[in-house]
């Protein structure tokens, strides 16, 4: 079982047959770690750094009855800002208009408002970001980052915090 962060409750939204939920306990770790792990953005990632990056962060699922079909989590000090990451709907369920209601539950969610603000990364969802208002960097000479691209290929005893 994953523990909710103190202060965090569970929030619900339904449309049709549809839900999604922050509730950590329905997420489906392999729907998640599966999809996660073939994409551009972090592919190969071990199931256990998958699992600690949903612990760490408020998370999303959306469900089509008990079958995880999307999930995106937020990674936030729930004061100043926001990284949105790990953004997906799956295959089989893409262009119904899921994804951008996914990003409406998101930025609607009462611990992150009022957020001075909000970062992404992506390669080809740029689209349905800008109509939730997010542009490109405005000073992109102010941002750094320190990025590990070979990471995921590091043996998993290499990723793991010891206990």
Same mark, same amino acid.
């Given at each position: 079982?994953?523990?909710?962060?103190?202060?965090?409750?569970?929030? /619900?939204?339904?449309?049709?047959?549809?839900?999604?939920?922050?509730?950590?306990?329905?997420?489906?770790?392999?729907?998640?770690?599966?999809?996660?792990?073939?994409?551009?953005?972090?592919?190969? +990632?071990?199931? /256990?750094?998958?699992?600690?990056?949903?612990?760490?962060?408020? %998370?999303?699922?959306?469900?089509?009855?008990?079958?995880?079909?999307? !999930?995106?989590?937020?990674?936030?000090?729930?004061?100043?800002?926001?990284?949105?990451?790990?953004?997906?709907?799956?295959?089989?369920?893409?262009?119904?208009?899921?994804?951008?209601?996914?990003? /409406? %539950? +998101?930025?609607?969610?009462?611990?992150?408002?009022?957020?001075?603000?909000?970062?992404?990364?992506?390669?080809?969802?740029?689209?349905?970001?800008?109509? !939730?208002?997010?542009?490109?960097?405005?000073?992109?000479?102010?941002?750094?980052?320190?990025?590990?691209?070979?990471?995921?290929?590091?043996?998993?005893?290499?990723?793991?915090?010891?206990?």
């Amino acid at each position: 079982m994953l523990e909710e962060k103190p202060g965090l409750d569970v929030r /619900e939204y339904r449309k049709g047959k549809f839900l999604i939920s922050t509730d950590r306990d329905k997420l489906d770790i392999e729907t998640i770690y599966s999809f996660l792990s073939e994409s551009y953005w972090a592919k190969g +990632i071990p199931r /256990e750094i998958v699992a600690r990056s949903i612990q760490n962060s408020l %998370c999303f699922g959306m469900f089509s009855g008990v079958e995880q079909v999307g !999930f995106a989590r937020v990674i936030s000090d729930y004061a100043t800002y926001a990284y949105l990451a790990d953004v997906f709907v799956i295959e089989p369920y893409r262009g119904r208009g899921l994804a951008k209601w996914l990003m /409406e %539950c +998101i930025v609607v969610h009462p611990h992150l408002q009022g957020l001075r603000r909000w970062t992404l990364a992506t390669r080809d969802a740029h689209e349905l970001y800008t109509k !939730f208002g997010f542009k490109p960097l405005a000073r992109p000479d102010l941002f750094m980052e320190l990025h590990n691209a070979e990471i995921y290929k590091a043996p998993t005893k290499d990723l793991i915090y010891p206990d």
